[in-house]
């Protein structure tokens, strides 16, 4: 049974950094692409970014400001995030699947198989 426990959210002023993370359990780790998504308060859920061996996929909203990394050996994923706004509040879900690697597919929420619970990011002004 594959799990995810995302851990990192928190408050922080716009302009700040924080550094998220998620933590893989279940199934051979190296081998799966690994994503994030996010969901505002009364917005659908969006693609952030994902990672797939050492590609790397970001939206147009986060390109630039945000980071995703994996580290195999500790099976964990990282969304560093940089120069954040009061919009990029909302809830962060880790996913993990086998999306195909192109970016229509890397950001297709129907393309992961498992979710972690979620960590809440707010951005104040």
């Known amino acids: 049974q594959v799990q995810l426990v995302e851990s990192g959210g928190g408050l922080v002023q716009a302009g700040g950094s924080l550094r998220l993370s998620c933590a893989h359990f279940?199934?051979?780790?190296?081998?799966?692409?690994m994503g994030w998504f996010r969901q505002a308060p009364g917005k659908e859920r969006e693609f952030v970014a994902a990672?797939?061996?050492?590609?790397?996929f970001y939206s147009n909203s986060v390109k630039g400001r945000f980071t995703i990394a994996r580290d195999n050996a500790k099976n964990t994923v990282i969304l560093q995030m940089n120069s954040l706004k009061p919009e990029d509040t909302a809830v962060y879900y880790c996913?993990?699947?086998?999306?195909?690697?192109?970016?229509?597919?890397?950001?297709?929420?129907?393309?992961?198989?498992?979710w972690g619970p979620g960590t809440q990011v707010t951005v104040s002004s």
């Open positions: 996913a993990t699947g086998q999306p195909l690697p192109t970016t229509q597919a890397m950001g297709d929420q129907r393309e992961y198989d498992t």
């Open positions: 279940g199934r051979a780790f190296s081998t799966y692409c």
């Open positions: 990672i797939r061996w050492e590609d790397t």
